[in-house]
């Protein structure tokens, strides 16, 4: 898997599952909409990625870095209030944060040799 697919697949998810949760939240809460922005972020620098970009590759691996701290902290505080589902949705995000990291870290291992 190269890092422009792992890119690609945690922005549609950090949108669509995003967008999910605030449509089915009671309260809509723009917390619940912040994945939202960054996998569009994601999204628009995964052009670059494809084409090789030093410059897009770093800045998305910076924004991926971001997401996983924002989606870190959420996953604690609504572990603490008890909301399983919530908690659930932020987990299957910090996932592909994290494969997405992965994948960027082994990439740039095999290409230094």
Request: contains cysteine; aromatic residues 16%; proline residues 1%.
């Amino acid at each position: 898997m190269t890092f422009q697919k792992s890119n690609l697949i945690h922005a549609t998810v950090s949108i669509f599952i995003s967008l999910w949760m605030y449509y089915d939240s009671m309260n809509k809460d723009f917390g619940l909409l912040i994945p939202f922005l960054f996998g569009v972020v994601l999204l628009s620098l995964n052009n670059g990625i494809m084409l090789d970009n030093i410059q897009q590759r770093n800045a998305a691996l910076g924004v991926t870095l971001l997401l996983l701290v924002f989606i870190v902290y959420m996953i604690f505080d609504f572990a603490r209030h008890d909301d399983v589902e919530l908690t659930a949705w932020f987990g299957v995000m910090a996932c592909t944060s994290f494969l997405s990291i992965v994948v960027f870290l082994w990439a740039k291992m095999k290409k230094s040799y």
